[in-house]
Nanobody, 123 residues
Framework: QVHLVESGGGSVQAGGSLRLSCAASGLTYSNYSMAWFRQAPGKEREGVAFINSYGRIAYADSVKGRFTISKDNAKKTLYLQMNSLLPEDTAMYYC?????????????????WGQGTQVTVDP
């Protein structure tokens, strides 16, 4: 059974940085596509960043140039480096995994999800 655990969230001032981590177990990590999603109160869960088993990377337009996704296959850990944070980045951030992903930013493409980590950016 796939198990994903996010960490690294917290509160930060606008312009600050945070690094999220997602530790995975129960899967052949190198074969999986991984993604970060976020959900703000009253809003739909949206894709933030994606990396597949071949190293293809994609970002939502709203975070391009500010966020960087990476992974360490040996540690089975996914990362999201978030710089120049804005108040509108405030949300619960979720890690997602699936062996086959066609549309990376669609939540129903992913079978496995973490419990989330809260990111709050103060003005």
């Amino acid at each position: 059974q796939v198990h994903l655990v996010e960490s690294g969230g917290g509160s930060v001032q606008a312009g600050g940085s945070l690094r999220l981590s997602c530790a995975a177990s129960g899967l052949t990590y190198s074969n999986y596509s991984m993604a970060w999603f976020r959900q703000a109160p009253g809003k739909e869960r949206e894709g933030v960043a994606f990396i597949n088993s071949y190293g293809r990377i994609a970002y939502a337009d709203s975070v391009k140039g500010r966020f960087t996704i990476s992974k360490d296959n040996a540690k089975k850990t996914l990362y999201l480096q978030m710089n120049s944070l804005l108040p509108e980045d405030t949300a619960m951030y979720y890690c997602a995994a699936d062996p086959t992903v066609v549309r990376w930013d669609r939540r129903n493409e992913y079978l496995s999800w973490g419990q989330g980590t809260q990111v709050t950016v103060d003005p």
